[in-house]
């Protein structure tokens, strides 16, 4: 009798893994390996739970992956550096997590000599590429099964095979779909299905029990967060969970992104990512206070580019290797205090207090007086600086 192949699962617990279990193992004959990979969006209860779920539906392994610190290491730490947010909103917290899960996983295959991966994606969205991208990089010529995208099944179908298994678990569905991560939570539902609509206030899992004015102060070290107010931390992922306690109960960070999908339609989703958007805003004002002009505008457009390459799945493209080298060297003096005051559903940033402060007194005073230089040197200067457009201006009258 042959041995049966080995196919690595990624496995959340919820319907369509559970799912993918039962189908990959009782109908196809694989032996099944199921792995989650933590970025921040379970506890260590969720996390027993799903292990014991995995193995009540018949895996013969399951593994658990802490990736929050090599998540932000990898990807978060460079999505802070370049202020990114999509569209001008999107903190990219689901997107940016997908990867890091994706590369995890294809790890796990290596190291099992796995004959196939899976994943539970439907043919609908974004992850179905992130996934399969980075298989085909990661570990050529292994098989890739997506029943659910393959048989294009409903959730009712599903519930109807499993309940025939005798699978046991809680088939409702919530009204709403909620992706938690360290780096944000994505809210879907009914309003965001269509161009018009704002999720209600009992859809947000964070609600807002916080009501009176607080101010915060972020410290920035190289231009990671590695303070808040008289609390230091260890490593930047603390910083940003503590960070989340205490704005999220402010309802700060709620927004709906319109984003353009991989595969060409476009989509709305809800998120809230209180602590994204502060330590965003934050750590973009201290650099504007720190970086030269130049340094500024070159970095917003790598950043652009960074950010909407990694969203469409392509961290392992050498060129983000190349960005993040420019990012990492931007942030050798981004080291300071940069002032916050929450509000509800607001949040204002104050001020900054830095070593590396440009905005210095002892340089001028704009609009007010300048110690670096004279009026006649401005005369001369404004002459040079327009000399080409006043010859063309001569050559060409009248244009």
Known sequence: MSEAKKVVLGFSGGLDTTYCVKYLSEDKGYEVHSIIVNTGGF???????????????????????????????????????????????????????????ALHIAEHAKKLNADAVAHGSTGAGNDQVRFDMIFHIMIPGVEIITPIRDLKLSREAEITYLKAKGVNMNFEKSMYSINKGLWGTSVGGKETLNSKGILPEEAWPTQVTATESKEVKLHFEKGELKGIDDKNFQHPTEAIQYLQTIAGAYGIGRDIHVGDTIIGIKGRVGFEA?????????????????????????KDQLAQFYGNWLHEGQILDPVMRDIEVFLSHSQENVTGDVFVQLLPYRFHVIGIESAFDLMNSKFGKYGEMNSGFTGDDVRGFSKIFGNQVSIWHKVNPGS
């Open 43 to 101: 506890t260590e209860e969720e996390l027993i739970q799903i292990e014991q779920h995995a193995y009540s539906l018949g895996v013969k392994s399951h593994t658990t992956i802490n990736a929050v610190k090599s998540y932000y290491e990898s990807i978060i730490k460079f999505l802070i550096f370049g202020n990114v947010l999509k569209n001008n909103t999107y903190p990219l917290s689901v997107s940016a997590e997908r990867l890091s899960q």
């Open 274 to 298: 209180a602590a994204p958007m502060l330590i965003l805003k934050a750590h973009h004002a201290l650099e504007k206070h720190i970086l030269t002009k130049w340094q500024l505008g070159w």
